[in-house]
């Protein structure tokens, strides 16, 4: 059935292989009168491109994006938006060798399983080059949300057991770890550098902060927002896991402590803590929305492993492709994408809670 | 915007407050030719029903299901099931005093900034009461998924820091929580006896295991299995997070360690561990679905607190009412319901995935 | 797979059969703050209610609506309104009979081959009582339009050759056939009778005029206002053809006679001729909404049929009931609520359009 | 809000405007094991493609469609197949003098009235070019359909007042109408002769008729068979009307004359009689599914109109550009594909009607 379709009101249906022609993704429900360029998408690819730093796949793309519809002289139209990305650097030849091997940790199995045969070149729609068309859908979300004054930033928490101890999202840019503090970055560094010696492979976190999202957004009781953005999120790839505010930590907690007490700063709500982060009830609260998202180590690791074969004779398999020790540090951008496309589509979604903005609106 | 409907195949449409008349669900979609009869679901409701417990609310409810429609001589027929449930104890007076008032940590600001009022008896929609609905779908979908052999258990992980060392289902009936350690249940007791007397709160986690489940559910990319649950086990109240198989341990690992290798037992795949959860690129792998989720300490405590009201005043609160000091024993059911709606659906969604078995269907 | 969930935004999940407990409705996404009372439905259940009239079934249903969530204090809460109606008259006695035999014209045969057995006790799910649903999610539509401005009416247009050659709406509440023309209502009724006595049906022609829409309103180019309302309309029971505007009429017509000249009146934008029938390339033209439903007649008819029984013998078949020499007029109230539905629908999803408006709305 | 994504389990979401870089489409729960290749679909781009006959648009496109995705070896993999077609001839300038112009009959007032602007283009998404989107779609769901059996041929029943007598679907190829009756094609090119002589335009109606549906295909009570294709036909520009079976003429029918008496042939249901058009209660009876769509006359024509521009002057248009004098006989295989689209959709959503076969499937 149906599943690279993901929204209600901004819509998104990605397509494309690892080591097809290309990918993309066509963009529905998008309002008209947005400004948008190819640039506009264009940094945010370039973000997640694979080749810009020693700890991701050595794959060269160029991931340029081409809008083929739904701009207009520099401006949304209102009609579907397509972004294509063309392939380039494929060398399918990496991968005739596993074609017949269920590497662990990957979703080879399960492909062959549901669907009797796969595309087994460089993990055909399972591989992390399928977030590229998420990446270009979120890129057009943000242009969305900055319209209302809605900024999403992702970062590198922690790699391993090495955590940012101060968050500074200048200093994000500064390594390439995305980490938003430089000590943490040059120890995580090294402990790359020392997993990658061992042909091994590495989790990690990243941290999302929404800041301006106006009161009340979520549609309970199904959609609720940290619901819909735990199901965007869930859905990349090597996510284990997702948490709001304190998150797990709040199972340790008491209600004296976890709830966060509001008062009045001028004409705006506020609250005293943001235990909630930022969702209460399943609405956005005022405070800033922040979740953080487990990544499992990349599955994919030059260690010889036991598995077995498609026809189910036992072997073992080292995977030499070229592969990302941590896909974490390019992850974050996908983070961003995938939160900016949901809570588009949430804010879109509240329009019609009232009658009386309906009735404003209409008149 | 409809956020109360739920699934695509299965659907599910919940309604009712705290305080109104009643609380249903309709279910639509469901297959035709299963046995179903009130017993079968009011055995889950009873689960969750108030009243039950020294550590639950004291509101009593008979919570008494009634099948509306859907069902002829005792199978389902195909067309919708609706469920109603009437309130009986609703004592609106408890509420009126804090009608006006921001309860920190609910939804009270949310449903006023969003809709422009709200239904202040007993927290409306956004009362837990509003799980009795899911409870009711939960056991429709548990008989679909017992007839295809595949079975649901939640149970109490811990509460606070009081963590169950042995997973006994047959344990978890014999104590009010729910927990599958008898030595920790008892510690756990004494724990919320003691946060009872200080009039507080505390938190917990649910732990939900899967059996059964054939390989290659879970539509890619959006809609797999772990991201479909993520946002069905998110949008229940209290859920702060949701984590599978290793979860946020597998962002301190390495996939060395990570990956669980397959071998083969038979003509069945197996795998040597499980560190996935039973989850491999958003397909179901065979294995044990193993999720766990953070609950929240309830919002509702007796110790004061301070807010504003709905004109900005600064005030107090204390919330009187009849509140759990604790959510999950009695949202063990519904962690049930709500993984058993989804997987339910993810089944049929899977029927339309290979040509040949159509064609088999068909001929 | 479900198929009583209908809309977006404004949706609804139709419930109930003809002879079981009851039928209902839940609507979700219906904005708050809207006046709603028991009776604004009731007004148009009494309308379709049968026992009304000579040329309809003689069960005496109440057909009393209840309101059982989403509205508190008179006025919408934004949360789902659940509305039941309990059956009363159900007589299953006269079904008994026929239980095993596929009447012509009627769904048996598809009910049983699709779900390998069927409710037969009166139609089931396939009665035209199902349309008591429909009516009551109407109303609620009807009361979402009347604050926009939006009304929307239907009548009788013709029963077999009779036709209404003037159009007053007062008119139609003076017969019993709902017809907006006097003298034709009077030759109609003499048709019906005859029809009567002869034991056997009769078809007819709805026509729907909805005044007041903004324009623009209709998403192309699957969702266009057309397309919309022919859905909603062709899944009422007995309608076999839709057509807008000159319709069929078109098809024999040239473009310099179809198209209508567009011209200004005041600041508003107004056209010569109305052959659109209100709908330009599926977008609203400020024009009237016109269109017009055929209904086949009823299938159930005294007259001897040959059929076949569930097991494929052959037989005859005479089918006593109560049911209506004509399904027309009490079809009308079921037309305007389908198509007050849709429009509803069609209104709120239009507010995401534009981001100059959307920007408006959050600021 | 989106409205160009189309469909439930088989879904499609089409882009693309009539003078922008091109148009496609992306299918997403297209079975895998699908044997296709770019001719399959070409054939049908060829019969929709501009500048083959002389009553069709004098503009030259190749309309090359290439497959970017979804494909391996072959087969549909189960993943999205995304389908792309290049604009090549687009003469903006054609268009340029009318951009501030309402053209009667067109859908500009309404883009502009619900976007704030429009791509004006050659109509932009307006065009009748989108369709070469849905054609591709189709082809894709007929390979589907011929996987089990299923046909869909539609051809030119009528233009203006010449009707086909016969139907002979191996004559539809032989004129450049698509007619099924050489005579009557012969007398229908003379009055197209005529209509382009006068600067003008002519409606007609097209006719589609799908053998081999099993019965009990179309789900109750809103994605019914009929009412599901209505919208998907009804959604195609021209169309202003559709009807099934005896359709309009069953209004003038007595019960006696329009029910479908059932007999058994063999082991197989069949009915004496077709008035119903292959829909019984919307679920396929089982008899030749039959449909009929009237279709208005091209708006553009070269006659003068009076109109108004875009700032509300009073103007006069002639329409220049390269419009078809009749958008028929190119419109056949656009009712076809919207028609295989739902069907291949309706199929698959049935196959989780009875736990019996879902037990099966998955035992």
């Given at each position: ?179 938003p503090d430089s000590a943490a970055a040059e ?75 509001f008062y009045m700063k001028g004409s705006k ?95």
């Amino acid at each position: 059935m149906s599943g690279s379709v993901y929204g209600n009101i901004f819509k998104i249906a990605t397509w494309g292989e690892s080591h097809g022609k290309g990918l993309g993704v066509v963009i529905d429900g998008c309002p008209a009168g947005i400004p948008l360029k190819e640039k506009d998408i264009q940094k945010d690819m370039d973000r997640r491109r694979p080749g810009s730093t020693r700890f991701g796949t050595k794959r060269q793309e160029g991931d340029e994006i081409e809008i083929l519809s739904g701009v207009f002289e520099g401006k949304t139209t209102g009609t579907p938006i397509s972004l294509v990305l063309y392939n380039q650097d494929q060398r399918s030849r990496d991968y005739s060798d596993i074609q017949n091997i269920y590497r662990p940790g990957h979703a080879d199995m399960g492909f062959d399983s549901k669907y009797g045969f796969r595309d087994y070149r460089g993990g055909g729609r399972s591989s992390g080059r399928e977030t590229a068309a998420r990446v270009a859908a979120g890129a057009v979300a943000k242009k969305l949300l900055s319209e209302l004054g809605v900024k999403v930033n992702a970062y590198t928490l922690s790699i391993g057991d090495v955590k940012a101890e101060k968050i500074s999202l200048e200093e994000c840019k500064n390594n390439p770890l995305y980490m938003p503090d430089s000590a943490a970055a040059e120890r995580a560094s090294r402990l790359l550098e020392k997993v990658m010696e061992d042909g091994d492979s590495m989790g990690g976190i990243i941290e999302c902060r929404i800041k301006g999202m106006p009161i009340g957004i979520g549609e309970p009781v199904f959609d609720k927002l940290d619901a819909s953005v735990a199901k965007a999120i869930m859905s990349i790839g090597a996510v284990k896991g997702i948490e709001f505010g304190d998150g797990f930590g709040a199972a340790l907690s008491r209600g004296s402590v976890n709830n966060d007490g509001f008062y009045m700063k001028g004409s705006k709500i506020k609250k005293h803590t943001n235990h909630s982060g930022g969702v209460l009830g399943g609405f956005s609260d005022g405070a800033d929305i922040v979740f953080r998202a487990a990544f499992k180590p990349t599955p994919s690791i030059s260690k010889i492993q036991k598995t077995i074969t498609n026809t189910g004779e036992s072997t073992e398999v080292v995977i030499m492709g070229r592969h990302d020790p941590i896909v974490v540090p390019r992850a974050v951008v996908v983070v961003e994408a995938m939160a900016a496309v949901t809570l588009a589509d949430l804010l879109l979604m509240n329009m019609s809670a009232r009658i009386d903005n309906i009735k404003k609106f209409y008149s």
